[in-house]
């Protein structure tokens, strides 16, 4: 069956170390979004793709970083990781137009 | 400035009633709304949408409600049933699939 998988699923590291999330899905959806998920606030999002080589800040976007290689991945970075950004972080797709996304499991990052 | 609300963050019904969820939004441009539904350590999944050319959609025991001059949708699930304790997230769209989420609400069905 196809599906969006994210790993690392728990991750914890220290201030300033370059951390990345990664994202594979095999549905061959050409979008693909990165949110975090924080108490009071929902789920915001960081940056998105509608495609390969195309990516688009989304209203977090500092200290973060995507690049879209091909269709199936979506590789998140956090260039130096900061406290502020401990969090769930989902990774999700969708097929053009229907509006649904389809989403990750999450993955924990604990900033220490 | 989070352009999608939800003031309720949690909701308590009794197995068997009604539970209604709120949502308010303040971006006129938003032209689809949807809501999510989501289990602890798991990610979000879709459970229903409207667009705006509607005021109602229903699927089985899910029912969305769509004001728009009210700029307001509600989620009726009637009648509720222990699975359905969750966290609910509404979500707006105005561009293809780039979605704002609510802050969400925990619904306790109790037996």
């Known amino acids: 069956d196809a599906e969006i998988t994210q790993s690392p699923r728990h991750k914890i590291t220290e201030t300033g170390r370059q951390v990345t999330l990664a994202c594979h899905q095999t549905?061959?959806?050409?979008?693909m979004f990165w949110y975090r998920q924080d108490l009071g606030h929902g789920l915001r999002l960081i940056h998105y793709?509608?495609?390969?080589?195309?990516?688009n800040k989304g209203e977090v976007s500092d200290g973060y970083s995507v690049s879209r290689s091909n269709t199936e991945d979506l590789p998140l970075t956090l260039e130096s990781a900061a406290s502020s950004q401990t969090s769930v972080y989902f990774c999700?797709?969708?097929?053009?137009?229907?509006?649904?996304?389809?989403f990750g499991e999450g993955s924990r990052l604990t900033v220490l | 400035d989070q352009q999608v609300k939800q003031n309720s963050p949690s909701l308590s019904v009794q197995e068997g009633r009604i539970s209604i969820l709120n949502c308010d939004y303040t971006?006129?441009?938003?032209?689809?709304f949807l809501w999510y539904k989501k289990y602890p350590a798991e990610g979000p999944t879709f459970l229903i949408s409207?667009?705006?050319?509607?005021d109602k959609n229903e699927d089985g025991r899910f029912t969305v409600f769509l004001n728009k001059s009210a700029k307001h949708l509600s989620l009726h699930i009637v009648p509720s049933q222990p699975g359905d304790s969750a966290v609910y997230f509404c979500?707006?769209?105005?561009?293809?699939?780039?979605?704002?989420f609510g802050a969400g609400t925990t619904v306790t069905v109790r037996a």
């Open positions: 999700a797709s969708s097929e053009d137009n229907t509006g649904e996304l389809f």
């Open positions: 549905w061959n959806h050409n979008n």
């Open positions: 793709s509608y495609g390969v080589h195309d990516t």
């Open positions: 971006n006129s441009m938003f032209d689809y």
């Open positions: 409207i667009s705006s050319i509607k």
């Open positions: 979500a707006a769209s105005a561009v293809i699939d780039k979605l704002s």
